[in-house]
């Protein structure tokens, strides 16, 4: 079975790595900062009532898929995806946007399809590219690849500030579906691909149902507009963005003690891209759910309250969304998440 540590990337590592990091950080002066959603964002208090929420992100190992087919249309597209939905589960609504692009040497044509990708976002986004930094860095990257990050910058009320502690047992938890991998997984998914299938980025795959370099390069969804009217209504006890980890590995980052969620794995379908990949890896159902989304964006925790006004919005808008489970009492010492029923595999 392939594994995503196999593939060189070590989730419990980079995990113990954010806790000495977040004990070092932690020093006079940084007492002040407003405790958000699973560390998804920093919120930097300017009054007593509002905060402004800072995060920052990349577009991880999917930049040498992109690099290799000389395609950065959607790149920058995934860059502000990825900060925007990291900044909304703090409950802000994102404002500005600077990304930082290097490479060894400029080439016009691609930084140009990178900067339209990166307004199309922040325009999905509904906020301001405000700047950035280009850099030439020759000997430092080889020719033809790139390195890129983002940085986004909104503004939150205290009183809709999501921490988790609102989230209590009965609370309902609502899925948006992702596109595909979004940005998370790559490292897993490229040796697949191609090294153990040896397959061509142009190589078309039947189970797929399309080229498999075009199959992975698809966007990451911005979930901001689909949650604007949500989140201004107050309907949702937490988010949680499935990125690096998955569901066990995100969505016990906004539950407190004393609860538990519990996953129905057949409440949704999972996208024939999952698929083939667990096919191709012969990757058990603990492995992929740590992996991969498997096709869960994000998730919402809504109260049961608010269930029915959620779902209807959602409708109003043509969202696709997945009942897939609950919350539930627990004890804090046992693991966060549960799983009931199989992957729809």
Known sequence: MDTYAKAGVNIARSEAFVERLKKTASRPGHTTLWKGAG??????????????????????????????????????????AMCANDLVCVGAKPSAFLDYYATSKLNDEHADALIKGILEGCDQADMMLVGGETAEMPGFYPVGEYDLAGFIVGAVERKKLLTGKAVKPGDVLVALPSAGLHTNGYSLARKLVFDVAR??????????????????????????????????????????????????????????????????????????????????????????????????????????????????????????????????RGDSGKARVTYTGSLRL
Not at 58 to 73: D, F, Q, R, S
Not at 256 to 281: E, T
């Open 39 to 80: 560390g998804y964002a920093a919120v930097v208090p300017v009054s007593d009532q509002l905060g402004i929420a800072l995060t920052t992100d990349g577009v991880g190992t999917k930049l040498l898929i992109a690099c290799e087919l000389g395609k950065l249309e959607t790149i920058g597209i995934d860059l502000v």
């Open 199 to 328: 397959l061509k980025p142009e190589t078309y795959v039947a189970e797929v149902g399309n080229k498999i370099g075009a199959e992975l390069l698809k966007p990451h969804l911005c979930y901001a507009p689909a949650l604007k009217n949500i989140l201004a209504r107050g309907w949702v006890s937490a988010l949680a963005h499935i990125t690096g980890g998955g569901i066990p590995g995100n969505l016990p980052r906004v539950l407190p003690s004393g609860v538990q969620a519990q996953v129905d794995l057949g409440a949704w379908p999972v996208p024939s891209l999952f698929k083939y990949l667990a096919k191709i890896g012969k990757i058990e159902t603990d492995e992929l759910l740590q992996s991969f989304n498997l096709g869960v964006g994000m998730i919402m925790v809504v109260p049961q309250a608010h269930v029915q006004s959620v779902e209807a919005d959602l409708k109003r808008r043509r969202e696709k969304y997945f009942r897939i489970g609950r919350i539930e």
